[in-house]
């Protein structure tokens, strides 16, 4: 079974930098999927921040793109975010999770359907001076 | 970014009801639609994905259906465990979510 644990500082300062870690356990993140990071608040929502590949091929939300950064860590089976610069508007739960990706064939068409599972427990970041 | 808009925001039902929560994109995402639920202080679980996929243990009576732009989530009776929020999410890059529906207890 596939379990996700995210840590974190908890507390940051405005225009510190965040970093956060998901430790995996029941899979290799390197034999497959993607890895990514979720964050919530109830102003905004579920928000998608980021994903990488097992092959280290990433992806960004383009509102967020020019802050934050995602990694693998093979060595140890977890994979990082990295977010400059942060605000108040950065506070919120932050989760990582795996993305599932199956891909079916219709009529000669490929189709890629990706979905969340499982996710981590969540971690509160806090931004304030 | 594609805009995910779910109806109602929130809803009350009682134990037995039919429930229905439909999610209406921004644009066509053909079948790239997830259901998840959500319980107080617990991360989303995945109940459905590529609109009517019933995700490996989750109860029969949870069912999703649509393509393109309008899609429904249905629970066909009610149980005190399914009251929680629901949110879709579709996964073109960006991938986006809904605001939610809360169901709550009449």
């Known amino acids: 079974q596939v379990q996700l644990q995210e840590s974190g500082p908890g507390l940051l300062k405005p225009s510190e930098t965040l970093s956060l870690t998901c430790a995996v356990s029941?899979?290799?993140?390197?034999?497959?999927?993607?890895w990514g990071w979720i964050r919530q608040t109830p102003e905004r929502g579920l928000e998608w921040i980021a994903n990488v590949y097992h092959s280290g091929t990433t992806h960004y939300n383009p509102s967020l793109k020019s802050r934050v950064s995602i990694s693998l860590d093979t060595s140890k089976n977890q994979f990082s975010l990295t977010l400059n610069s942060v605000t108040a508007a950065d506070t919120a739960i932050y989760y990582c999770?795996?993305?599932?990706?199956?891909?079916?064939?219709?009529?000669?068409?490929?189709?890629?359907?990706?979905?969340?599972?499982?996710w981590g427990q969540g971690t509160l970041v806090l931004v304030s001076s | 970014d594609i805009l995910m808009t779910q109806s109602p925001s929130s809803l009350s039902a009682s134990v037995g009801d039919r429930v229905t929560i439909t999610c209406r994109a921004s644009?066509?995402?053909?079948?790239?639609l997830n259901w998840y639920q959500q319980k107080p202080g617990k991360a989303p679980q995945l109940l459905i994905y590529a609109a009517s996929t019933l995700q490996t243990g989750v109860p029969s009576r949870f069912s999703g259906s649509g393509s393109g732009t309008d899609f429904t989530l249905t629970i066909t009776s009610l149980r005190p465990e399914d009251f929680a929020t629901y949110f879709c999410q579709q996964s073109y890059t960006p991938r986006t979510f809904g605001q939610g529906t809360k169901v709550e207890i009449k």
């Open positions: 999770a795996r993305e599932d990706v199956k891909i079916v064939e219709i009529g000669g068409v490929s189709y890629g359907y990706n979905w969340f599972d499982p």
């Open positions: 029941g899979y290799s993140i390197s034999s497959g999927y993607y």
């Open positions: 644009h066509s995402i053909h079948s790239y």
